[in-house]
């Protein structure tokens, strides 16, 4: 039954999936109405039809964070990214995905209400479906050619730029990679992160900020903590646009490594996710808030066996004897999307393990073999894979000795022979490709 009824629900998601909604902080914040059904559902509610509104509840979200109804009681929301928006408030939780109509060629945004979405209360028992109208409407928002070079060609490294990066600086090499030859431009597109919007800017770090970071060590890593290790094995997302799932699992691996001092090593199952979230895009991308969030709140991770990776979206069909792996609280670094800095990700990395970040992938990323990456502009500015945000798992942070630039240490899914054994590091402390404006991480329940 439960699979059915998840099964279900995973198809209605691919139909919306993809989403091209593009609804920005200004468009959301403001006083809305909540229409909400009955609390009667459980977590195999299916919100495809609203059913009837039993409770209407007006929430004002203010900035930064501020939800409030229409009591004055007080609660928290934040955008994911530009493409729905959370509320918690009175001992619940709402989520639903900004409406639009068309498609990744062509749509136009609603950014004044939403799509069907999930409300349950914190202990995640409790499960209504609501829709969510704005008081006052926002201008419809167009956009187009999301997803430009759908190309079907294979990708062809370019020697060139890989030669042009080489010899024009000394900050970090590239080199070709045949296997990025086995896919094609699209794929390639989608390796990197499928989608396509601007990150945030970081917010400004406080004096308060600044003296804890003062007190963290010089250099720091999740794989070498007096000599242990607490992150798993680099994977590979393939040609599916699953980093966002495979940088929450890392998360939510190493966190179950640090929470268990190692006597857990669990590896997770991304097919889990892509199979059978609602929250997720499956291949077309999707946001490790809604998925080492809200979904391992609410339904929790399963082992790698009982949903071995396909790279492709299938119906679900995850064991469902399998025990999961919940979380108990989760957030965007600094407590909302848009908060985030370098002194909080080095704070947060440090007192609670790796985190999930995002950043702007350019073509000459792709051919990243060593050192210490900034966006250079080699490669004559053709671009065929456009620009597009990757999530990543951020474990450490450094200073490089000779030099004394500063680093990030990241966890990559493109294998382990890519990069330095799967790994990159990137420019830390000025924002580079956006590394500083989205960090999230969640608590495991180990
Ligand atoms: C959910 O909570 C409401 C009160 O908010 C209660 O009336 C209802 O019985 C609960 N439903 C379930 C399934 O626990
Ligand atoms: C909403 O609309 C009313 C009336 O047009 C206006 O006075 C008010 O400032 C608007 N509120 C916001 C937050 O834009
Ligand atoms: C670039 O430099 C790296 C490291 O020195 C080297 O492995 C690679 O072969 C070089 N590639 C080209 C095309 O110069």
Request: aromatic share 12%; hydrophobic share 35%.
């Amino acid at each position: 039954m439960l699979t059915r009824v998840v099964l279900a629900l995973c198809c209605v998601a691919a139909a919306l999936a993809d989403t091209p909604a593009n609804c920005l902080y200004e468009d959301v914040r403001g006083t809305w109405t909540f229409s909400e059904t009955e609390r009667t559902g459980d977590h195999t509610i299916n919100c495809d039809e609203l059913g009837p509104i039993a409770h209407t509840k007006t929430f004002t979200l203010s900035f930064p964070n501020v939800a409030k109804d229409e009591l004055n009681n007080e609660g928290t929301w934040t955008m994911i990214y530009n493409q729905g928006f959370e509320v918690n408030i009175n001992e619940r939780s709402y989520f639903a995905f900004s409406y639009y109509e068309g498609d990744m060629d062509s749509a136009v945004s609603y950014c004044d209400r939403t799509f069907n979405g999930w409300s349950r209360d914190k202990t995640v028992r409790n499960w209504s479906c609501y829709t969510a109208q704005k008081h006052n409407t926002t201008t419809p928002r167009m956009t187009h050619n999301l997803k430009k070079a759908s190309s079907t060609q294979l990708y062809k490294n370019d020697h060139k730029m890989i030669e042009e990066i080489n010899a024009s600086q000394s900050s970090w090499w590239a080199k070709a990679y045949p296997q990025h030859e086995r896919y094609t431009v699209e794929e390639m597109i989608k390796r990197a992160g499928g989608h396509r919007f601007s990150l945030p800017k970081p917010a400004p770090a406080t004096q308060e900020q600044k003296d804890r970071v003062r007190l963290l060590p010089e250099n720091f890593d999740w794989r070498d903590v007096d000599g242990v290790d607490f992150v798993s094995d680099v994977g590979d997302q393939a040609a599916c646009g699953s980093c966002y799932i495979f940088a929450s699992m890392g998360m939510l691996e190493a966190r179950v490594r640090i929470a268990t001092r190692n006597q857990r090593q669990d590896v997770f199952s991304p097919q889990d996710v892509l199979s059978c979230s609602v929250l997720s895009q499956g291949c077309d991308g999707g946001f490790p808030y809604l998925i080492a969030g809200r979904y391992a709140q609410e339904q929790g991770v399963v082992a790698e066996e009982c949903n071995p990776y396909t790279a492709k979206d299938e119906e679900c069909d995850t064991d469902m004897s399998c025990s999961r792996t919940y979380v108990s609280e989760y957030e965007y670094v600094g407590g909302y999307y848009g908060a985030c800095n370098e002194e909080l990700m080095m704070l947060a990395l440090v007192e609670t393990g790796p985190l999930t970040v995002a950043f702007e992938v350019y073509d000459d990323f792709h051919g990243y073999s060593g050192g210490i990456y900034h966006h250079t502009d080699s490669g004559n500015g053709f671009n065929p894979l456009e620009v597009v945000n990757h999530a990543v798992l951020l474990v450490g942070y450094g200073v490089e000795a000779e030099t004394g630039e500063k680093f990030w240490s990241v966890k990559n899914s493109w294998g382990g022979s890519w990069g330095e054994e799967g790994y990159f590091r990137i420019r830390r402390g000025t924002d580079e490709c956006g590394m500083e404006s989205a960090a999230f991480g969640a608590t495991i329940i180990p």
